[in-house]
């Protein structure tokens, strides 16, 4: 059996941000009309041998889209500690196989896949939501996710200015060094002084932290503001507040996965301040037509996106297609 084994840099070339918005918007619209087979992720709790104390997660990702006869397994772990090790907060591995046979085609290194499907994803749910005339983008967060989610938004929309907010100053200057002028992404990226001067006015906001509080308070949204929110991935995690929640109107990735593993959408919803019918809508039915996105200029809308194993599936496909195309990545005997 061969495999061919895509490094981080071969996928980063493989799964162009403009054919990823594109593949999310399809992954999304078979999952929401049942044509995507998705169970609910395994999560293991890793704790340290001698205590209690959580030192990350370990998610296993399957999933299988039958339009699109795409078909992998993500194997991702998440430890919040590692990038004071000075190691990527999140590593894993999709294995891509032939959803004719079951053979398995290739290996991709799964961090760089996850941030570019994380960001075509909130791409897509920018495309779909946010206002036609959106051009200042705050970002909340300086890591990798941070970096995908601001080349998407810039994918789908024509963003002249760009701010970013991170309590390490040093980091956030980093990322805007690194990131002007990067594709779509304007050369200017001001670095914020606080989270509040970041979103303040910004039409397009997205929140990719690995905080279990509220990043920004939410009366300071603009009218018309859209918010994506990427980082919060358990129930007791919090990134945006319940007051961003009550303004908007919600849509979400998959409803099912957001109710059991959104803090986001759980915590309000715990306090009494919404309800889950609060939730307008998946992403996908927004794709189909069956729901409408946004209805009036001044609306706000937030979309709250977990992850699904369909967005790796789909992005597996793409990045596969494209290493043979331009032969990248290596070919091994197993």
Known sequence: MKLRLLSAADVQKALPVAQAVAGMKEAFAQLSIGQAAVPLRSRVEVRAFSSNLARGTTLVMPAHLQRS???????VSVFPHNPALDLPLIHGLVLVLDAATGRPLALLEGGSLTAIRTGAGSGAATDLLARPDAN????????VQARTQLEAVCTVRTITEVRVYSPDQDHAAAFATEMAGVGPVPDRIVVADSAD?????????CAATTSDKPVFPGHLLKPGAHVNGVGSYTPTMQEVDSETIRRSLVVVDSKTAVLAEAG??????EQGLIDESHIH??????V????????HPDQITYFKSV???VQDAIAGQIAYANALQHELGTVVEM
């Open 197 to 205: 001067t970041a979103v303040t006015d910004a039409d397009i906001i």
């Open 307 to 309: 992850g699904v194993a």
């Open 136 to 143: 200042v983008v705050a970002i909340i967060g300086s890591g």
């Open 288 to 295: 189909l037509g069956l729901k409408n996105g946004r209805t």
């Open 264 to 269: 986001d959408l759980i915590i309000p919803i």
């Open 69 to 75: 006869q795409a078909l992998a397994v993500k194997i």
């Open 281 to 286: 809508a998946e992403v996908g039915e927004l």
